[in-house]
T-cell receptor, first 113, second 108 residues
């Protein structure tokens, strides 16, 4: 099994629908992140969580919400999807040390029509 | 505003050529990381550089951290088609910022 698992891998949804993207990890890391990737813009931080009771907004949190159900689970919701939320979404984890990198999931490709 | 500037944005070369890509910032970082992302997958960590002036080698890849810890470079020697991918630099995880990446294509 992958260290960081994202579901679904692909999703097409209609404008106005609520959608949830799920992430689970077996790394045992406290820190989890949701990033969005658009061509030419790199990875933009949506939300991050340093432990189960800690949730923080990133640079592009408008239109998104998250839930940290357990240390290993961090889900991202789009309350009312819009076409410009079409993107590749990545969940990532990291350890607490500054020298440790992220472990990413394989991503969810979301299309809002 | 992208605080980590990567150049070039795109690079297409023939197998066997050497190349260098760059990651620059006006900020000082405690460390910088390099990732490679292949189509359909998430980025994978290649290396973390921590000390100003540090050079790390990973087979044909050489990573350097600038003396002032504001910039880094990745040099690939004798590139191979398997090196094709998006190369991303990032600050340390507590910084949570990534560059936009250099998309490298190595043609056989």
């Amino acid at each position: 099994d992958a260290d960081v698992t994202q579901t679904p891998r692909n999703r097409i949804t209609k404008t106005g629908k609520r959608i949830m993207l799920e992430c689970s990890q077996t790394k045992g890391h406290d820190r989890m992140y949701w990033y969005r990737q658009d061509p030419g813009l790199g990875l933009q931080l949506i939300y991050y969580s340093f432990d189960v009771k800690d949730i923080n907004k990133g640079e592009i949190s408008d239109g998104y919400s998250v839930s940290r159900q357990a240390q290993a689970k961090f889900s991202l919701s789009l309350e009312s999807a819009i076409p410009n939320q079409t993107a590749l979404y990545f969940c990532a984890t990291s350890d607490r040390g500054l020298d440790y990198g992220y472990t990413f999931g394989s991503g969810t490709r979301l299309t809002v029509v | 505003t992208q605080l980590l500037e990567q150049s070039p944005q795109f690079l297409s070369i023939q197998e066997g050529e050497n190349l260098t890509v760059y990651c620059n910032s006006s900020s000082v970082f405690s460390s910088l990381q390099w990732y490679r992302q292949e189509p359909g997958e998430g980025p994978v960590l290649l290396v973390t550089v921590v000390t100003g002036g540090e050079v790390k080698k990973l087979k044909r890849l050489t990573f350097q951290f600038g003396d002032a810890r504001k910039d880094s470079s990745l040099h690939i020697t004798a590139a191979q088609p398997g090196d094709t991918g998006l190369y991303l630099c990032a600050g340390p995880p507590n910084d949570m910022r990534f560059g936009a990446g250099t998309r490298l294509t190595v043609k056989p």
